[in-house]
């Protein structure tokens, strides 16, 4: 059985609506009751696994829950609310549907059991707390994904994208994005030599396995823009030739929400080709008390002591997280969650245009997918389960869903929304 979490919806609006929906079979919650913590009574909800997990795949962890994913981390001022029944109805994949890959073998799942285990050994030497973010950069590096990471400064996000680039071999570079960076500064540019009389190529710092772009939105539109054509194509054009990328690459941004004077906002576009949209808070007492005893120790200026993994092994991870199954109740699933935050799906939120001026793309569902697969990868499964689908759901949804100017006024906040979303979607 699967507990579906209770949803803490945020607080700060008011009324409630009807549903235009009178063949429902659910008592589908508004969106301002879903935020707002207004229900009539509080009720439990179960529903039975519909999946259909091969034989093969079946493991005694099979039903083991993400941490965390049971209940959501609640906000100040939230309120409980109640849920209604759902029942997915189960879908049937026929033989010519399954894929064509072969499925993870036990072999195989140790395999990356071994080597998640090395490169999480060696993050926790140089990283006290900050579970979140660790785990949100390794999803996104096994999904062949890009990381926006918001915090204030000095909570070691320079230090944690060292380190993971350290524990798996790979290369590095570091740009601090200022207002007069240009994007030859970035990819490169052409040097004339005039010994030879020709000109010559220097590839910029983006050219690296990892590229951490510090404080991006301090840097001009132009040169933001400049980035596009490396995450997404993985190349770069330096005087009408392609340079391609070392493989694998993974771009890290980091962006200062409290200074707005001096900084150039993301746009949507750029927004949305980030994977995940990560926002890390402060350590708690004991994990900052415990960073002040290791650089008391010395353990910050000393290299790491295990064992990295080759990039040749990273590339040998990314290709099993592409082969974890995903059955196609949990692609429909994944379907109906990005189609109810643009106001569609089974169950349409009432109300939800009020609130949301834009809702996720389908490259938003097709990150849930790739993350959810990272996920279950993570967890020891070669199988996705809807908790996979959950356990990351603010990191891939929060930078794609833009809410109205009354959203924002009313402090309406976009996990509220996802978690509307999330509760008004039959799980599988």
């Known amino acids: 059985m699967t507990q579906i979490p209770e949803v803490q919806p945020m607080a700060g609006l008011s009324g409630s609506y009807q549903s235009d929906s009178a063949q429902s079979s659910i008592d589908q919650p508004t969106v301002e009751q879903s935020i707002s913590g207004q229900s009539h009574g509080e009720q439990s909800t179960t529903v039975e696994p519909t999946i259909g997990i091969p034989e093969e795949l079946q493991q005694p962890s099979a039903r083991s829950a993400y941490p965390g994913v049971v209940s959501a981390q609640p906000v100040s001022g939230l309120h409980p609310t109640s849920t209604a029944p759902v029942h997915a109805q189960p879908l049937q994949q026929t033989p010519q549907e399954m894929p064509a890959d072969p499925y993870l073998t036990d072999v195989e799942l140790a395999r990356a059991n071994d080597l998640l285990g090395r490169v999480n050994s060696l993050f926790r030497e140089k990283i006290v707390g900050q579970k979140e ?32 680039a350290q524990s798996v071999s790979g290369s590095f570079h570091r740009i601090q994005c200022t207002p007069d960076l240009m994007p030859n500064d970035i990819v490169g540019t052409q040097v004339f030599n005039p010994s030879s009389g020709k000109f010559t190529t220097q590839l910029g710092p983006v050219h690296a396995n990892f590229v951490l772009l510090d404080e991006i939105n301090r840097s001009s539109a132009k040169t933001q823009s400049a980035m596009l054509e490396a995450m997404q194509e993985g190349q770069t ?113 009432p109300g939800l245009s009020q609130h949301v001026r834009l809702g996720s793309s389908p490259r938003g569902g097709i990150a849930l997918m790739k993350v959810a697969q990272a996920v279950a990868l993570m967890q020891g499964r070669n199988y996705v389960i809807p908790d996979d689908v959950k356990a990351m759901r603010y990191s891939v949804l929060r930078h794609r869903i833009v809410r109205t100017w009354d959203a924002v006024a009313d402090n309406v906040q976009v996990q509220g929304i996802i978690d509307a979303a999330f509760q008004a979607v039959p799980v599988p």
């Open 133 to 164: 973010l660790r785990e949100s950069l390794v999803a996104s590096l096994l999904s062949r994904g890009h990381v926006l990471v918001e915090s204030v400064p000095g909570l070691a996000k320079t230090t944690a994208a060292q380190t993971l």
């Open 237 to 349: 054009t330096i005087g009408g030739e392609n340079f391609p990328l070392p493989k694998p690459f993974m771009v890290m941004a980091t962006q200062n929400p409290i200074e707005e004077e001096g900084t150039y906002v993301l746009p949507e576009a750029q927004m949305d080709r980030f994977l995940m949209k990560v926002v890390i808070t402060y350590p708690s007492r004991q994990e900052e008390l415990k960073v002040l005893e290791m650089i008391d120790d010395g353990a910050f200026r000393t290299d790491l002591t295990g064992d990295p993994i080759t990039i040749e092994e990273l590339e040998e991870l990314q290709g099993y997280t592409s082969r974890v199954y995903v059955h196609k109740a949990i692609k429909t699933y994944i379907v109906d969650l990005a189609n109810t935050t643009r106001g569609g799906g089974p169950n349409p939120l």
